[in-house]
């Protein structure tokens, strides 16, 4: 009779112990589709947001091109400029929606040939040249002379950078600065994105790169985004063998390290 009561009440036992850890696993469970869901809310606002920046200077420029009769050269330089930087920034804005989209279904592949780094880096300054002379920044380049050649997925590796110097762009209000510094050692390439930004806060920073997450912080909530950029160069950089860290000091800002092996991936 005593064993089988002490059997009785060990079963008891360990019957509530897992009906706790269930209950503490679906609690969590609901608390973070709760935060998901959230998540998601902001992305499809900020995404419109995104989505009608660009497309509003379009309309307006179409607008004067139709009520001006005459037109000089100059502004008609000025006007497709503007159609040109706010259609790359809509592209940019698509691809990475589609991106994250066949990451998230694993369903994204990368095609990897040797390419030239510098080439890379400087055709993804180009693209952005628009928004960087908008913004009155200060570009510095400290790329070696000698060709540096990695195998990689050009687009994917264009992608991250552009993102990359995106967010410099975005986050930089009293100080526009970008650098952006190379250097090879050891068998590995570094790649070095640096502003003088808002810095993002510690608290932030171990979920900078998680799907959708955005800071609570006002200053970044005030400024439109998917949350999906720092997601596909994670996953871009990381395809590529390489690793990606950040240090960031609130209110004097962020820089990004990319380290690519030099070998073949």
């Known amino acids: 009779d005593l064993l089988r009561t002490v059997v009785s009440q060990t079963t008891s036992a360990i019957e509530q112990i897992l009906l706790q850890r269930e209950l503490l696993r679906q609690s969590a469970e609901a608390s973070r589709l709760a935060e998901l869901n959230q998540l998601k809310s902001y992305f499809v606002s900020n995404v419109s947001h995104e989505l009608q920046t660009p497309l509003t200077s379009i309309r307006i420029i179409a607008e004067l091109l139709q009520s001006k009769k005459r037109i000089s050269a100059k502004e008609k330089n000025e006007f497709l400029a503007v159609i040109e930087g706010e259609s790359k920034r809509l ?10 989209s066949r990451i998230e279904q694993g369903l994204k592949r990368y095609h990897f040939s040797t390419h030239t780094l510098n080439d890379v880096l400087r055709d993804a ?31 994917a590796m ?16 009293k100080e526009k600065m970008l650098k952006v510094v190379v250097s090879q050692q050891d068998g590995y390439v570094d790649i070095r994105v640096s502003d003088r930004g808002i810095g ?7 979920r900078i790169f998680e799907t959708f997450y ?26 590529h063998n ?24």
């Open 158 to 173: 264009s992608q991250a950078l552009v993102n990359l110097f995106s967010n410099s762009i975005k986050y930089s209000f």
């Open 214 to 239: 955005r800071s609570d912080d006002e200053s970044i909530q005030s400024i439109s985004g998917t949350g999906l950029g720092l997601t596909q160069i994670r996953h871009a950089v990381e395809s």
């Open 125 to 155: 300054l180009a693209s952005l040249d628009y928004q960087l002379k908008l913004n009155g920044f200060d570009v510095i380049v400290d790329i070696p002379k000698k060709s540096i050649k990695l195998n990689m997925d050009r687009d």
């Open 91 to 100: 592209s940019r804005l698509i691809d990475n929606v589609l991106d994250v």
């Open 200 to 206: 993002i806060q510690p608290d932030d920073l171990p």
């Open 242 to 265: 390489g690793s990606i860290t950040v240090d960031s000091v609130p209110g004097l800002g962020t820089t990004f390290l990319i380290t690519l092996p030099a070998r073949s991936v």
